[in-house]
């Protein structure tokens, strides 16, 4: 389990999610996406130290820790900088894919909704 003291940039991103969700443009998404992710953050390597979150865009809420209502609908795994690079738009998610800097599982069809668009865009970080 990951170590919760490590600040990660990730972070970040994960509180703008939660306030992104209330407004007009992340409830839009909701009924857009409907879909549930959960992503897997690591400081350095992919599958060490992971910290876990949750995108339900079906209930509209982001929290730390994994899923607990069944089986996300998708699950990703990122290195803290590839992540924050994808979310920002810095990075294509299928480039990503394909270099190995973000692993799947789950439905496919759920992942190709994950793009950086159901991010905030981001005010200075």
Same mark, same amino acid.
Do not use: C, W
């Given at each position: 389990?990951?170590?919760?003291?490590?600040?990660?940039?990730?972070?970040?991103?994960?509180?703008?999610?939660?306030?992104?969700?209330?407004?007009?443009?992340?409830?839009?998404? #909701?009924?857009? #996406?409907?879909?549930?992710?959960?992503?897997?953050?690591?400081?350095?390597?992919?599958?060490?130290?992971?910290?876990?979150?949750?995108?339900?865009?079906?209930?509209?809420?982001?929290?730390?820790?994994?899923?607990?209502?069944?089986?996300?609908?998708?699950?990703?795994?990122?290195?803290?900088?590839?992540?924050?690079?994808?979310?920002?738009?810095?990075?294509?998610?299928?480039?990503?894919?394909?270099?190995?800097?973000?692993? #799947?599982?789950?439905?496919?069809?759920?992942?190709?909704?994950?793009?950086?668009?159901?991010?905030?865009?981001?005010?200075?970080?």
């Amino acid at each position: 389990m990951a170590d919760t003291s490590t600040q990660l940039k990730s972070d970040a991103i994960f509180e703008q999610m939660k306030l992104h969700l209330t407004t007009d443009a992340g409830k839009a998404l #909701i009924k857009k #996406i409907g879909l549930v992710y959960q992503i897997n953050i690591a400081p350095k390597k992919i599958g060490f130290n992971e910290k876990v979150y949750v995108v339900d865009l079906k209930k509209g809420e982001t929290k730390e820790g994994p899923y607990e209502g069944g089986k996300p609908d998708a699950t990703f795994s990122f290195k803290d900088d590839d992540f924050v690079k994808i979310a920002t738009g810095k990075m294509n998610p299928q480039i990503a894919f394909m270099r190995g800097a973000m692993k #799947i599982k789950g439905s496919i069809s759920a992942a190709q909704k994950f793009t950086p668009d159901i991010f905030p865009k981001p005010s200075k970080m």
